[in-house]
């Protein structure tokens, strides 16, 4: 990624979908820039890019869990559309993390933060979350730190 901020980004690829006449990418980026802009309006601030990200995280979340109750329904055709959306999203994040990358970072957390058991699960949990947003999901997460915290 280069040095300019997400939002940066996702107006410079707004402008790009508008040349192409992509209308499926133009149509996930301004419902990306509309849910930031709704933010910055509603808590009257500026959105940093680490806000941004938690932003267009929810989003794929959305986007999975809508994809996977139409592919229940039955409309893959709708189905479909969401992992459309899914891809243009991902494009903005940062790369996943490995999973040996992931529990090696959870063990250094784990012993930063001296937790001894589940019931310091919360404290890792928000150790960790700003370090892996938008990197892994947090369900996976979740699980991960909940086998470590229990031995």
Do not use: C
């Not at 300019?4 to 979908?17: C, D, P, T």
């Not at 808590?43 to 979340?61: F, G, Q, T």
């Amino acid at each position: 990624m280069t040095d300019e901020s997400l939002q940066g980004q996702l107006n410079n690829a707004v402008k790009s979908a508008m040349r192409n006449k992509d209308k499926t990418r133009l149509g996930t980026l301004r419902m990306a820039q509309s849910a930031i802009k709704q933010i910055e309006i509603d808590e009257r601030r500026d959105l940093s890019d680490e806000d941004v990200l938690k932003v267009l995280d929810k989003m794929l979340k959305q986007r999975r869990d809508a994809a996977a109750q139409y592919d229940e329904a039955g409309r893959e055709d709708l189905g479909d559309k969401e992992r459309a959306e899914m891809v243009v999203i991902e494009e903005f994040m940062p790369g996943a993390l490995s999973e040996d990358d992931l529990d090696a970072l959870i063990r250094t957390t784990i012993s930063s933060t001296d937790a001894q058991g589940m019931q310091d699960m919360g404290r890792v949990m928000n150790e960790l979350k700003p370090q892996v947003i938008g990197r892994v999901d947090m369900g996976h997460l979740s699980k991960k730190v909940r086998e470590q915290l229990a031995g």
